[in-house]
């Protein structure tokens, strides 16, 4: 079975330049996150969707930060415009129905962002 | 304001040994917590997790204590083998919230 599948591995941008990742999650999985993981630290969450339904989004960055899951499988986060501060690995992950209660997510590789 | 703590940034451990780490939390409305193992170029895996009801959950060779009079949780590798050498990060979470640790860097030397 195919895991979470993230796209692209790694992006270098200048500041005030936009970026988009994409996410396909496990399928059957309804749950899907987006966090960011910066240089020594734990990851935070982004966003949390079920289905098409963004439920939780409190810790979006909204002036600049974007997500859409339209169809309730793949995802898109958007950054416009970057700042340098936005350098880091940006992950999603993915639940079964029900199991995202107990935290047992299914991370993809993340995407390694590097703004100069 | 982190809620999560792994206060240990690195272990080292010969292999065989028991490798212990630990973590400890602020929020006492935390449902569940977990343990994920993260290897370089790779996003997190899961390895255990344990209720809030419970104190301790056992699965082969790795086991998650919860002392939650102390907020304080702790994972135990025995035996600790080369392959388990990576870093591990600590989550609590609530309603479908999870929060992470900064993480421990396991070192398992032959």
């Known amino acids: 079975e195919a895991g979470v599948v993230q796209s692209p591995r790694y992006k270098i941008i200048e500041k005030k330049q936009p970026v988009a990742f994409w996410c396909n999650p496990i399928?059957?999985?309804?749950?899907l996150y987006w966090y960011r993981q910066n240089l020594g630290q734990g990851p935070e969450l982004l966003i949390r969707y079920e289905n098409e339904e963004a439920v939780d989004d409190s810790q979006l960055p909204k002036d600049r930060f974007s997500a859409e899951r339209l169809k309730g499988v793949d995802s898109t986060l958007k950054i416009q415009p970057a700042e340098l501060g936005d350098s880091a690995v940006y992950l999603c992950?993915?639940?079964?129905?029900?199991?995202?209660?107990?935290?047992?997510?299914?991370f993809g590789e993340g995407s390694r962002l590097t703004v100069l | 304001d982190q809620q999560v703590k792994q206060n240990s940034p690195s272990l080292s451990v010969q292999e065989g040994r028991i490798s212990i780490l630990n973590c400890d939390y602020t929020?006492?409305?935390?449902?569940?917590f977990l343990w994920y193992k993260k290897y370089p170029a790779e996003g997190p895996t899961f390895l255990i997790s344990?209720?809030?009801?419970?104190d301790k959950n056992e699965d082969g060779r790795f086991t998650v204590f919860l002392n939650k009079s102390a907020k304080h949780l702790s994972l135990h590798i025995v035996p600790s083998q080369p392959g388990d050498s990576a870093v591990y990060f600590c989550a609590a979470g609530s309603l479908g919230r999870l929060y992470f640790g900064r993480g421990t860097q396991l070192t398992v030397w032959p």
């Open positions: 344990i209720s809030s009801i419970k």
């Open positions: 929020n006492s409305m935390f449902d569940y």
């Open positions: 399928s059957g999985h309804n749950t």
């Open positions: 992950a993915s639940s079964l129905p029900g199991t995202g209660d107990t935290g047992e997510l299914f």
